[in-house]
């Protein structure tokens, strides 16, 4: 079995604003491994986000190739795309992306029946999560912390195999990121996912197995002599 989630190789994506073509990933290269998690850090306006949407097929390179599951992304359909994303990609928002007619319960039921999972431990996880009182609640009704601590349930829930996550722990206050921290890479590991973890937090970043940095589009190993 290949071990590699994903294979990136001279990425470029850049978009246009008014008659400016404005780079933001220039020959950005990437592996992703099972079982690992990649943190990856720069400053607002880097192309994180960019990156994270090229990765679950939301948005295309402009040039460079690109293989997600060993699967070359020219030879993947609009319709695959989607289907990973409801099987085998968990993507986390920061805000959550909880559906908000939905109360918290059936957010994560939704979420494990789009996976084709008829049985799921939707309750345990929010009890590991410390939000099991809010079940019953809806989106609207729980704070920033809460939603992103469902939004890390309903990932969970649909067992995927590779997690793109976007600041999972950026509206959790210190002791909840404390908690929850290690939940998230004890299931990468236990499950053999691999993430990739986009983040302004250096304990979390610190947490994983590679930092890089995305900086000037390309992706680099993180020095902290450099840095600081």
């Known amino acids: 079995m290949n071990d590699a989630l994903i294979q990136a190789h001279d990425l470029s994506r850049s978009y246009r604003n008014g008659r400016e073509q404005i780079s933001v990933l220039s020959r950005l290269s990437l592996e992703l491994r099972r079982g690992e998690a990649v943190a990856v850090i720069g400053p607002s306006g880097s192309g994180k986000s960019t990156l994270l949407n090229l990765l679950n097929g939301l948005i295309a390179p402009d040039s460079g190739a690109l293989r997600v599951f060993g699967r070359p992304r020219d030879q993947i359909?609009?319709?695959?795309?989607?289907?990973?994303?409801?099987?085998?990609?968990?993507?986390?928002?920061?805000?959550?992306?909880?559906?908000?007619?939905?109360?918290?319960?059936?957010n994560i039921a939704f979420r494990a029946g789009l996976a084709g999972l008829q049985q799921h431990?939707?309750?345990?996880?929010?009890?590991?999560?410390?939000?099991?009182?809010?079940?019953?609640?809806?989106?609207?009704?729980?704070?920033?912390?809460?939603r992103q601590r469902a939004a890390l349930a309903c990932a969970f829930?649909?067992?995927?195999?590779?997690?793109?996550?976007?600041?999972?722990?950026?509206?959790?206050?210190?002791?909840?990121?404390?908690?929850?921290?290690?939940?998230?890479?004890?299931?990468i590991r236990e499950r053999a996912l691999g993430a990739l973890i986009v983040t302004h937090n250096p304990e979390l970043a610190q947490r994983c197995d590679r930092i890089l940095e995305l900086r000037e589009g390309a992706l680099r190993p993180w020095d902290s002599a450099v840095s600081s």
């Open 157 to 187: 829930v649909m067992q995927p195999e590779l997690i793109l996550a976007d600041e999972p722990t950026g509206s959790l206050d210190y002791a909840s990121a404390q908690k929850v921290a290690p939940l998230f890479f004890d299931a």
């Open 77 to 106: 359909s609009e319709n695959d795309w989607a289907e990973l994303r409801r099987t085998r990609i968990a993507t986390l928002f920061q805000d959550g992306n909880l559906i908000p007619t939905l109360t918290v319960a059936r």
């Open 121 to 146: 431990n939707g309750a345990e996880l929010l009890e590991q999560l410390g939000i099991a009182d809010i079940a019953r609640r809806y989106p609207d009704q729980i704070s920033g912390g809460q």
